[in-house]
């Protein structure tokens, strides 16, 4: 008993502790049902996709296209080299996204574009044929290779989203893979899907490029070819009073001047004469000195701001500008310019993405769930009770009252952890009442054999506990492994399930060790209980 005062405070603190965590969670759901609650320390359990709703999304990334884009640069490559090399050749293409031939006219050309292929070309399997003074060369990707590059543009895909998902708020996403080329996407509470779908799928790829000189004339190519080294690209101009949506075509040079690579930060803000929704951007130290030479070199010139071959705008450079700052304007509305912003921050997705599964979970689905599964373990909870208070009398009002306890500290962390409460996740705490009950079973049935032996309450009390607590610990300590190991290796379903399973471990060791025994001891020693009820 000497050590009672201590156990006491210290369930004290961890109770009020537990209400001081749970309340924001309490307050949401039951009291104001404030979706903006504030209140200290700022965590309420969140519900998942399967409990509040959401939307759901199953990408496939194009990784096919980061193949074809590093031929692309490998075909730039070998085409600038034969230009400074001054090497005779013909017919250059790429075949099937990953095989680049040219062909050589002569003996002395060949020699040079092998000593250019092994110094540009030295991850691409090279292949000669010679046909009287000409060799056709042919050079094609590896298949170890063409899978990094395929995996590599699905990881960089996966990072992107996730910064564009923090970026729109989301509490707990779930974002893995699926496959090879797939992307699971889970995103619960979100009820604006085509904001959400706009915001993942677009590339948010960035581009300043002049606009050609020959621009005022840009209608006469719009049913004939564009000059060499351009292309028509179309504006989309929104009328903010009417919302009429117009096209304007541009005569755009292909040559990208600066990407969004080099961009820092990116935010809405209003600027302009009229206070017109923009994004403001601010490059990097090296993108602000390019963007300050592009400006510095083409003074009086129109520049275009594209963004997914969309031309924002082309304002005329009347300036060298040196401060690495740039405005994209023309766009609908503050909503439209903070999400454009965040996809520019969060950076441009390597290739595009396709939506293979779209669904949205609604709100009511979400509350048919939280009521069976609520009552699943109110059923389970009040039959477990019942037949302790039944069948242990006393001591089985005490597991009773630990019982209570348990839930309430498993609530608490989840609360404190910010955690994700799907329906595997109840499952979960439901099965942590069974083996919380459990330990209760073992410590009162070595207090019975105790007391048949003819020991006095308290030494049964005392011996039972501590002949109990050790097969406790061990049934415990090793379901808590297998629960931990879920909880880092699995994902989804297993991970919410293995969450409250280890939260509620600790919380029923606490409760039937600690707890259970501080009330046994409590009527023992200050209410002088001479016999026990169990």
């Known amino acids: 008993m000497r050590n009672f005062t201590f156990r006491l405070t210290m369930v004290a603190i961890v109770l009020v502790l537990a209400m001081v965590f749970l309340w924001p969670s309490i307050d949401q759901w039951f009291v104001s049902k404030d979706k903006d609650n504030t209140?200290?320390?700022h965590k309420i359990i969140t519900l998942g996709l399967d409990l509040q709703g959401g939307m759901h999304l199953v990408l496939e990334v194009q990784t096919h296209e980061a193949v074809i884009s590093t031929m692309d640069r490998y075909s730039d490559d070998l085409k600038e080299g034969l230009r400074k090399e001054h090497i005779r050749s013909k017919d250059q293409q790429v075949i099937n996204g990953d095989?680049?031939?040219?062909?050589?006219?002569?003996?002395a050309s060949l020699d040079k574009l092998e000593k250019l292929a092994a110094d540009e070309l030295g991850?691409?399997?090279?292949?000669?044929?010679?046909?009287?003074?000409?060799?056709?060369?042919?050079?094609?990707?590896?298949?170890?290779d063409k899978k990094a590059i395929m995996d590599s543009a699905r990881d960089q895909a996966m990072e992107t989203l996730r910064n564009r998902i923090d970026g729109l708020g989301v509490a707990e996403p779930d974002i893995r893979k699926q496959g090879e080329k797939r992307i699971l996407v889970q995103l619960p509470g979100v009820t604006?899907?085509?904001?959400?779908?706009?915001?993942?799928?677009?590339?948010?790829?960035l581009q300043f490029r002049m606009l050609d000189e020959r621009h005022s004339q840009v209608r006469d190519y719009l049913n004939r070819r564009p000059p060499p080294g351009t292309e028509i690209l179309y504006s989309k101009d929104v009328d903010r009073k009417t919302g009429?949506?117009?096209?304007?075509?541009?005569?755009?040079?292909?040559?990208?001047?600066?990407t969004g690579e080099y961009l820092d930060k990116a935010f809405a803000t209003l600027g302009g004469q009229f206070s017109e929704p923009e994004v403001s951007l601010k490059f990097n130290k090296k993108g602000g000195y390019k963007f300050g030479m592009i400006t510095k070199e083409n003074v009086g010139k129109p520049l275009a701001i594209i963004l997914d071959n969309r031309v924002y705008s082309a304002p005329t450079i009347r300036d060298e500008i040196t401060g690495g700052e740039a405005v994209i304007n023309g766009i609908g509305s503050m909503d439209d310019a903070r999400d454009l912003a965040i996809v520019l921050q969060a950076g441009a997705l390597p290739v595009s993405l396709k939506i293979l599964e779209e669904r949205t979970v609604g709100a009511s689905l979400g509350m048919d769930s939280i009521r069976t599964s609520t009552m699943a373990m109110a059923m389970g909870f009040v039959l477990v009770v019942g037949f302790m208070a039944i069948y242990y009398m006393g001591a089985g009002l005490i597991a009773n009252v630990a019982l209570f306890l348990n839930v309430l500290l498993i609530m608490a962390s989840l609360s404190l952890a910010g955690a994700t409460l799907t329906l595997p996740g109840i499952a979960g705490m439901i099965l942590t009442i069974g083996m919380a009950v459990d330990a209760n079973v073992l410590i009162f049935e070595r207090i019975r054999e105790e007391l048949r032996l003819g020991k006095a309450p308290a030494f049964a009390v005392d011996s039972g506990f501590s002949k109990a607590t050790i097969t406790i610990l061990d049934a415990n300590v090793t379901t808590f492994v297998a629960a931990f190991v879920l909880l880092q290796f699995g994902t989804g379903p297993v991970k919410g399930f293995a969450v409250t399973l280890c939260f509620g471990i600790i919380a029923s060791l606490f409760t039937a060790i600690v707890v259970s025994r501080l009330i046994f001891d409590y009527f023992l020693y200050y209410r002088n209980v001479r016999t026990l009820s169990i």
């Open 192 to 205: 604006d899907t085509k904001r959400a779908k706009d915001m993942l799928v677009s590339t948010a790829q």
């Open 39 to 41: 209140a200290w320390p």
């Open 99 to 107: 095989t680049l031939t040219v062909t050589v006219l002569d003996k």
């Open 123 to 144: 991850e691409l399997k090279p292949d000669y044929e010679t046909k009287g003074e000409e060799t056709t060369a042919t050079f094609t990707m590896q298949a170890a």
């Open 244 to 258: 009429h949506v117009t096209s304007n075509p541009y005569l755009v040079k292909k040559k990208v001047l600066l």
